[in-house]
Each structure stands twice: as C-alpha cells, then as structure tokens.
C-alpha cells in the first residue's frame, strides 16, 4: 500500500520549455502533497506544500511564478517549472501524506535536464 | 537551531556488525518519527515510524524513541552492503514535517 508515482521519471528538453510533472497517489488520498528538490550529494530541499483545493505554500526563496504548483484532487498534484533554464537542472521528487502526524510516502523521482 | 539534526556521517561498519544512527528533534510538540532510506540517485523510501517511547522492532531494524531526551534511534542488526545509504530521520509536528541532512552509512563486506 501507499504508493506514489510520479512521471516522467526523465525530461530533457530545450531552455525556455515548460514542463510538467505529475504526481498521483495510487491507492490513498493524500491530504497534502510536497514537492522536493536535490542536487547531486544535497540533502532534500522541501520547495512547496500543496493541501487539495488550496494554494501552495512555497518555501522562502522559491519562485511561485516559476514553479506552478496544482493540487486539483485528493490523488493528484503537478509542478510545472515554467521557461526552464540550465539551472533548473535537478531531481525533482514529490511525495504523499494521508493525514497529519502519518508518514510522507515518496515517488520515484523525475530527473530534469535542461539544455 | 534546526529543528531536526543528525550526525552526516560518513558512517562505517563491517558486514554482520550492528549499525548505529541517531537523531535529535528540537519541538517537544512533536508527535510520530520516521525512518527514511536513500540511496544514491533515488528517492527516499520509508523503512520505519515510531509514535511511542521505547523501542519498536521490524525485521533486522529497531526504532527506538526517548521522547524525554527528544532522541530518536535507528538500529540495523546484521548489517549488509545493500544497507549502504544515506538514513533520512523525520519528525511531524501538526502540518509541519520536518527532516534531517541523513546520516551516510557505508557497510564494508
């Protein structure tokens, strides 16, 4: 149980796309989803708290304009990171909670390469 | 001060020994504690969860939590070179849900 996926698992594509990725709770809802960055050898960056129905909550530093967080049902959120450029380059995981206090359940990650 | 810490490591032990990795939490309001393996150019999978002092067993893991002394624990008996990862340690609070840097283990066969 608690599974999470989350795709595509690897994006290239040119600077100044848009892209977009999916995360889906397969078989819980989840109250809240969060979206995560990390580069090579760093420790997990939360970039935004998204509850269903609500507006994200962006960590300080991180671009809402930028990084478009949608939390349109209790199974599904997406990022899209809009214009991306070289620097965007990074692993992008999200990640599921059932309810306050339960644990994160993680997908498997989307790998993004931006040329 | 953040609000979860644990030493980076790098952590080494030999194959069969007991792997040892600890984690401090600062907000006493914290509720439930996890458990989270890393390995390298993955995401993070969730190995264990504790919401109760003393010690809570899994396989060749034990979690063990001393709410008093704001101390989590993460025992892996019989060590193989697959545990070889980095050891996420979490702690919810309400909302807020919080994570360590990890601490490194290396198993040496």
């Known amino acids: 149980g608690a599974v999470v996926s989350q795709h595509p698992s690897w994006v290239i594509c040119k600077s100044g796309t848009s892209v977009k990725i999916e995360c889906r709770s397969l078989?819980?809802?989840?109250?809240?989803m969060f979206w995560y960055r990390q580069f090579p050898k760093q420790s997990l960056m939360l970039m935004a708290t998204s509850n269903e129905g609500s507006k994200a909550t962006y960590e300080q530093g991180v671009e809402k304009d930028k990084f478009l967080i949608n939390h349109a049902s209790l199974t599904l959120s997406t990022l899209t990171v809009t214009s991306a450029h070289p620097e965007d380059s990074s692993f992008y995981i999200c990640s599921a909670r059932q309810g306050v206090y339960q644990p994160q359940h993680f997908g498997d990650g989307t790998r993004l390469s931006i040329l | 001060q953040k609000e979860v810490e644990q030493n980076s490591g790098p952590l080494s032990v030999p194959e069969g020994a007991i792997a040892s990795l600890n984690c401090t939490y600062s907000d006493r309001g914290s509720q439930s504690f996890f458990w989270y393996r890393q390995y390298s150019g993955k995401s993070p999978e969730l190995i264990m969860f504790i919401y109760s002092n003393g010690d809570k067993e899994d396989g060749r893991f034990t979690a063990q939590l001393n709410k008093a002394s704001q101390y989590v624990s993460l025992l892996i008996r019989d060590s193989q070179p697959s545990d070889s990862a980095t050891y996420l340690c979490?702690?919810?609070?309400?909302?807020?849900?919080?994570f360590g840097t990890g601490t490194s283990l290396t198993v040496i066969p």
């Open positions: 979490a702690a919810a609070t309400g909302n807020q849900f919080y």
């Open positions: 078989d819980f809802q989840a109250t809240t």
